[in-house]
């Protein structure tokens, strides 16, 4: 099987900054795939059970007639079987292409990505792996910048299995873009969950966002005001109808960020995790999500007790394709704490 790979080179212009960013397919096992210049939240939909394993019967099995089952074995030499599996196992963020390794009720996939930065600055910011518009000083004397790294590279494994007919899903993903600007780059954890059944616990993308609604972008800075948090949860969610409409509730890490004049001492304080739920809509045109948070926040001062007050907000996000070239954005989010 032949490797077919092309430069992807994208670009993106900001403030007399350039940044690109170019990507090298690269052949593992003959379907492994390397993704150049993926946004933070790049294709990020909900996760989806595999739908076929060797063992199942053709009532079961959706790819038609199963291959004889052995104990141990790899369908990644194969075209047709390797872009069947692609198919119907759904990783997230989705990977194109990755090794795949099945066996008798167990598959693992292994994706991810190798993404290198060539940035330059020709005026004064504090930040150089990423372009954050705060970081701009005022007043600086003039000064340029050039910094090359791959710290977004990306690697993920995404394991499946079947227990008494349920299907369990557990997904690690991590890259380096942890710690500070170093050279070397810091192992960073992404995501790390199972799923089995409708309950998702881990770290991933909070129910309170949409990551399908949020555009893509080169650089991990992203856009303006977008939610982008991942957290610590506990997930249920129940799918409604069968056209799309689902409903998810969570408990999440409660993480208080507070930030204090210089002049004075304390810490943010938290006795209850966040409540969040959503409800959301998926369809060929597009998606709608409209999410509620509720949570305690507090602040105490050094030998006081803990002021704390109920926090709110929503979120309504989304995104339309009126086209297969094109997609439009949008998300209004509010609350009150």
């Known amino acids: 099987m032949a490797c077919r790979a092309a430069p992807n080179v994208r670009w993106i212009s900001s403030r007399r900054r350039w940044q690109a960013a170019i990507g090298l397919a ?34 079961l099995g959706m790819l038609g007639s199963p291959p004889p089952a052995s104990a141990f ?59 954050v518009t705060t970081d701009i000083p005022i007043g600086a004397a003039d000064r340029r910048n050039a910094r090359f790294h791959a710290r977004q590279s990306r690697l993920s494994f995404d394991t499946r ?23 070397n780059g810091t192992l960073r954890l992404r995501h790390a969950y199972g799923v089995i059944g409708r309950i998702t616990a881990g770290q991933t993308w909070t129910t309170f966002t949409d990551p399908s609604a ?80 509720v949570r305690e926040l507090g602040f105490q001062r050094p030998s006081q007790p803990v002021i704390s007050d109920v926090a709110w907000g929503f979120n309504f996000a989304g995104s339309l394709k009126p086209t297969d070239e094109l997609k439009i954005y949008s998300q209004i989010t509010f609350g009150e704490g």
């Open 26 to 59: 690269v052949c593992l096992a003959a379907v492994g795939q390397v993704a150049a210049a993926e946004p933070d939240f790049f294709a990020s939909e909900p996760p989806a059970a595999i739908t076929y394993y060797p063992d199942q019967g053709p009532e």
């Open 73 to 131: 074995r790899t369908e990644a030499f194969d075209r047709d079987a390797a872009e069947r599996l692609r198919n119907n196992f759904t990783a997230l963020p989705d990977f194109d292409g990755g090794i795949v390794v099945i066996g008798d009720d167990a598959a693992l996939k292994i994706g991810g990505f190798i993404k290198a930065d060539f940035i330059a600055d020709f005026d004064p910011i504090d930040a150089t792996d990423s372009f």
């Open 161 to 183: 299995w079947k227990v008494d007919d349920e299907i369990v899903r557990a997904f690690v993903e991590a890259d380096f873009f942890g710690g500070g600007d170093g050279v």
């Open 214 to 293: 949020v555009p893509q972008t080169l650089d991990f800075e992203g856009a303006v005001s977008n939610v982008n948090r991942r957290q610590g949860q506990i997930r249920y969610t129940l799918p409604l109808r069968r056209d799309g409409v689902s409903w998810a509730v969570s408990l999440e890490d409660p993480t208080v960020s507070i930030e204090i004049p210089s002049a004075s001492q304390g810490v943010g304080r938290t006795e209850s995790p966040d409540l969040i739920t959503h409800l959301r809509l998926d369809r060929s045109w597009g998606e709608l999500q409209g999410a509620f948070l």
